[in-house]
């Protein structure tokens, strides 16, 4: 019967029931309760009602999957607009054609722009990575006068990627 109630939690119970253990067993010191963001859901109103529903089981922040397009981008301001929560930019650095080519056609909801996909083509490692830096900084730079704070997802072990990323929103930390 435990793994049965276990299984049987979904998002919205599991915020609720770690809410409850906030106000009881944890309340001296609390737990940040933090839930998903799709911004890449084709129904984005769905999207934002079950964002809604995880904020009012408890949920204080939630946090995006990793965003590449202008859709995402404005799914991101529509959401920072409607919901009263922090909400944490996903970034993850494209780590070269392939990798781009593989989230774009087998990551469901995943969209890389078409233009960027088109630059990556053939290029050696060196201007694939700067390619990749600077997408990932544009995103950055038109996220930044919406967002709370951003997190950042390796690509394939490319930490270096990465740290330059971090060496660049260091400064813009509010």
Excluded: H, W
């Excluded at 009012?56 to 922040?61: D, M, P, V």
């Excluded at 997408?135 to 690509?155: Q, R």
């Amino acid at each position: 019967n435990t793994f049965k109630n276990v299984f049987g939690f979904n998002s919205f119970r599991l915020i609720s029931f770690i809410e409850s253990l906030n106000q009881t067993m944890f309340s001296t010191n609390p737990y940040n309760i933090c839930g998903a963001l799709n911004i890449n859901a084709v129904n984005f109103e769905s999207e934002l009602k079950r964002a809604e529903g995880k904020i009012s089981n408890g949920a204080t922040c939630l946090f995006t999957q990793p965003i590449f397009s202008q859709r995402n981008i404005d799914n991101f301001i529509t959401a920072q607009n409607t919901l009263n929560i922090k909400i944490v930019a996903g970034i993850m650095p494209l780590a070269g054609y392939k990798n781009a080519l593989f989230l774009n056609n087998e990551v469901a909801g995943i969209e890389i722009p078409d233009e960027i996909i088109s630059l990556l083509k053939d290029k050696p490692l060196e201007d694939a990575k700067s390619i990749c830096i600077d997408f990932a900084k544009n995103v950055i730079d038109m996220l930044k006068p919406y967002c709370d704070s951003f997190y950042i997802m390796t690509p394939l072990k490319k930490i270096d990627y990465s740290a330059e990323l971090v060496k660049y929103i260091r400064p813009l930390a509010k």
